[in-house]
């Protein structure tokens, strides 16, 4: 492990599908217990595979093998990205330039992500098809105790006009999808770098219970929280780090059982929702485990959005479908599921030295506007999306959404 560790800054790279942790079957819906106690047994066989890669050229990476779907409380890394140079642009200001107006932190996170290939829609592709890629992207709505089915709004007649003025709501839509977008990121990237971390400070994270990590806002920081145990009774913090920029600042470790103190009523509501989640009947399209998105709640009794995205599984392709976004309430029901996309790849353009980021066309599906996931997208790859989505064109930046002219 120690070996690992001092190389790992080198050879791992972010993931954004960041919550920066995916061959194998993947465990019966359920089974929840199973799932969160495997803890990070199989991270080590994920960095040694990217260590034995870390000297090839970039098209001959092998993606590392993944454990089960909800197994992983780390982060699967990016096959692409290195934290060491995207962590300067991405989630919090750095150290030396920290300022109140950074707290998102995310103008450049990807600007070291892959470059090279086509856009490419791969609904039946070997890795979608071998995987179980999602047939139904929700879950069917009605039945006692399921969470009901998001459908797409019709289609007003103002957006079947391109240049058409947008209503304040759908602009305050678009505005939201920004802020969401760029949350995101920061939530994946902050856990990718605390995944490194816990793994150069906790020399058997497996044999320690680690089941999950959660994240927090402090101050222009990310507080990560890697716990054990699979219930509120039973969960307790096992390390603590603070992620400021591109570093750790801050770090704090339990691992005497008896140490280790609960997590408080704000983390307990995050793990217990990743965990609501577990049971859901959703696949990725590659790989066999989600990389998990939980996002913090502004009020301490609203509901909690999950995201379980989809992870790259080849350099310079980036999965534009196979997200899930899971609304859980506060008594920790499920109560609606949104799916973004099918399953299909992206790969940026190559560039030219001295030119701006090419941007990537793609489609939005059945939706009139924009998302989160396409900003996500948008920063996760370093390049514009060109959307054409409720018969407009749109240009997704990691700032903003506006019709394309």
Excluded: K
Aim: glycine share 10%; net charge negative.
């Amino acid at each position: 492990m120690p070996v690992v560790v001092l190389l790992l800054g080198a050879a791992a790279a972010i993931a954004i599908a960041q919550e920066a942790p995916p061959p194998g079957d993947a465990p019966p819906p359920g089974d929840e217990a199973t799932q969160e106690q495997r803890g990070l047994g199989e991270l080590n066989a994920v960095l040694n595979a990217l260590l034995d890669g870390a000297d090839a050229p970039a098209g001959d990476a092998t993606p590392p093998d993944r454990p089960p779907a909800g197994d992983e409380p780390g982060l699967a890394p990016s096959p692409e990205a290195d934290p060491a140079s995207a962590g300067e642009d991405a989630a919090g200001a750095g150290a030396d330039d920290a300022a109140p107006d950074n707290a998102a932190g995310v103008d450049d996170v990807a600007a070291t992500a892959g470059t090279t290939a086509q856009l490419g829609a791969e609904p039946g592709a070997p890795a979608a098809a071998e995987n179980g890629a999602p047939d139904e992207p929700a879950l069917a709505g009605g039945a006692a105790g399921q969470p009901r089915a998001a459908r797409p709004p019709e289609l007003p007649t103002y957006l079947r006009h391109p240049g058409a003025e947008l209503e304040p709501a759908q602009q305050a839509q678009l505005t939201r999808a920004v802020a969401r977008g760029r949350q995101m990121i920061a939530i994946a990237r902050a856990g990718l770098l605390a995944t490194q971390d816990m793994l150069a400070h906790v020399d058997d994270p497996d044999g320690a219970g680690i089941a999950g990590w959660v994240t927090e806002p402090q101050g222009n920081a990310m507080l990560v929280t890697f716990y054990s145990g699979d219930s509120a009774e039973s969960r307790r913090a096992v390390y603590r780090v603070s992620i400021l920029g591109s570093r750790a600042v801050s770090r704090s470790t339990f691992l005497e059982p008896g140490d280790r103190p609960p997590l408080t009523q704000a983390q307990e509501r995050l793990a217990a929702a990743r965990a609501a989640t577990n049971s859901l009947d959703h696949r990725p399209c590659a790989g066999d485990a989600f990389n998990v998105l939980v996002i913090p709640t502004e009020s301490p009794d609203g509901p909690i959005d999950v995201y379980q995205m989809t992870p790259p599984v080849a350099p310079g392709r980036f999965p534009l479908g196979g997200h899930f976004r899971s609304t859980v309430n506060p008594d920790g029901a499920v109560a609606e599921v949104q799916s973004f996309l099918p399953c299909a790849d992206i790969a940026p353009p190559e560039d030219r030295p001295g030119t701006p980021p090419a941007a990537i066309p793609v489609t939005g599906g059945d939706d009139v506007l924009p998302d989160e996931i396409h900003v996500f997208l948008a920063l996760w790859t370093g390049h514009p999306l060109l959307v054409e989505a409720g018969g407009r064109s749109w240009r997704v930046t990691g700032e903003s959404i506006t019709e394309a002219q």
